[in-house]
Each structure stands twice: as C-alpha cells, then as structure tokens.
C-alpha cells in the first residue's frame, strides 16, 4: 500500500514595529512543528546578520500563516535569544 504524507504551505512574513516584509512563495512543511523549527533556525540567521549590520531587533518577529492567511504561528526573534 502507498502512502502519501500532506504537506501544507507556510508563509513567513518578517514584521517589526514599523516594516512589514511579505513572504509571497511560502514552503511546503509536513506540520506546524516543522514550521516552527524552521522558523526559529531562521530567526537565528537573520539576528546574525542583524548584530553585524548593527540593526535594532525591537519588535522584529515572523508571522506565519497558513495557505488560507491564518496566523498559525508568531515568533518573536528575541523568543530563539533565550
């Protein structure tokens, strides 16, 4: 018997206080969970690059929705600081 696992289209859109940045392509994750791993690796990278730039990390977070724009998740990037 074959089986197919459901993968679900998720969208990190970056948004701070003041800016909003779309993610318009998404990508395709078996669950949440897995979304929310790579949510948070990705947080990491862009704080990395944030310090060096010497960027303000106030409010920045990711909020990512669902293929129908429900917010299923927002993660604040001090959240991975911790």
Do not use: C, W
Not at 22 to 50: H, L, S, T, Y
């Amino acid at each position: 018997m074959i089986s197919f696992s459901a993968m679900a289209k998720y969208f990190f859109h970056v948004r701070s206080d003041d800016t909003y940045s779309p993610d318009d392509q998404g990508v395709d994750f078996p669950n949440i969970e897995a979304a929310k791993r790579e949510a948070i690796a990705a947080a990491r990278e862009m704080i990395a690059d944030m310090v060096i730039e010497g960027d303000p990390l106030d409010g920045m977070r990711f909020e990512v929705t669902d293929e129908n724009g429900n917010i299923v998740l927002i993660l604040p990037f001090r959240f991975v600081l911790d």
